[in-house]
């Protein structure tokens, strides 16, 4: 007979996978929409940059939290803390299109060295942000379907990748502020 831990963890395998592909491609798709381009009457939302920053830092603070907490078997406190990173994640994912539909890219000033620094740190961002999406989704599977030891195996690299992802997200605004507009 198969583990009913497994069984429950294969139903969500469709979504991982659903929402894997469809999330970083209606964030291209929006990105690329400018609705003050398209003629709507909308403000641009450029108050919006520092606090999705602040959201990643808040991130990157509740990941450190988190995986401090399930050192000390403080269990019910790490299922919160990841939860609501999970959230703050989603929230800065909704703050950064509402900015980008609404506002026009702020091209980066820096020249030379911080200038390749900059670029770097933005791509290497962007590709694992995209990439941790399904990883974040499957360590959470496995942790309320009660799949323990799978959910520990997947953590451990789920964890350095989305505390990367944040990290990087708010050296990617401190670099590029100045050129706010």
Same mark, same amino acid.
């Given at each position: 007979?198969?583990?009913?831990?497994?069984?429950?963890?294969?139903?969500?395998? /469709?979504?991982?996978?659903?929402?894997?592909?469809?999330?970083?491609?209606?964030?291209?798709?929006? @990105?690329? &929409?400018?609705?003050?381009? +398209?003629?709507?009457?909308?403000? %641009?939302?450029?108050?919006? %940059?520092?606090?999705?920053?602040?959201?990643?830092?808040?991130?990157?603070?509740?990941?450190?939290?988190?995986?401090?907490?399930?050192?000390?078997?403080?269990?019910?406190? =790490?299922?919160?803390?990841?939860?609501?990173?999970?959230?703050?994640?989603?929230?800065?994912?909704?703050?950064?299109?509402?900015? =980008?539909?609404?506002?026009?890219?702020? %091209?980066?000033?820096?020249?030379?060295?911080?200038?390749?620094?900059?670029?770097? &740190?933005?791509?290497? =961002?962007?590709?694992?942000?995209?990439?941790?999406?399904?990883?974040?989704?499957?360590?959470?599977?496995?942790?309320?379907?009660?799949?323990?030891?799978? =959910? /520990?195996?997947?953590?451990?690299?789920? @964890? %350095?990748?989305?505390?990367? &992802?944040?990290?990087?997200?708010?050296?990617?605004?401190? +670099?590029?502020?100045?050129?706010?507009?």
């Amino acid at each position: 007979m198969e583990n009913p831990n497994l069984v429950a963890e294969k139903k969500y395998n /469709k979504w991982i996978v659903i929402l894997s592909i469809v999330i970083p491609l209606v964030v291209a798709a929006l @990105f690329g &929409v400018n609705l003050r381009d +398209m003629g709507f009457d909308v403000a %641009p939302l450029t108050f919006l %940059p520092p606090i999705y920053a602040s959201l990643n830092a808040f991130t990157a603070l509740l990941l450190i939290i988190g995986f401090l907490a399930i050192k000390k078997n403080k269990i019910e406190l =790490h299922k919160k803390l990841m939860t609501t990173a999970i959230g703050c994640s989603a929230l800065f994912l909704i703050m950064y299109v509402a900015y =980008h539909m609404t506002s026009n890219s702020t %091209p980066y000033g820096g020249e030379g060295v911080m200038r390749t620094v900059y670029f770097f &740190v933005l791509i290497s =961002h962007i590709i694992l942000s995209i990439v941790i999406i399904p990883f974040v989704l499957i360590t959470f599977v496995r942790a309320i379907t009660n799949n323990i030891e799978r =959910h /520990k195996k997947i953590a451990k690299i789920t @964890f %350095p990748l989305w505390l990367y &992802v944040a990290v990087s997200g708010v050296i990617v605004y401190l +670099m590029i502020s100045p050129y706010y507009i």
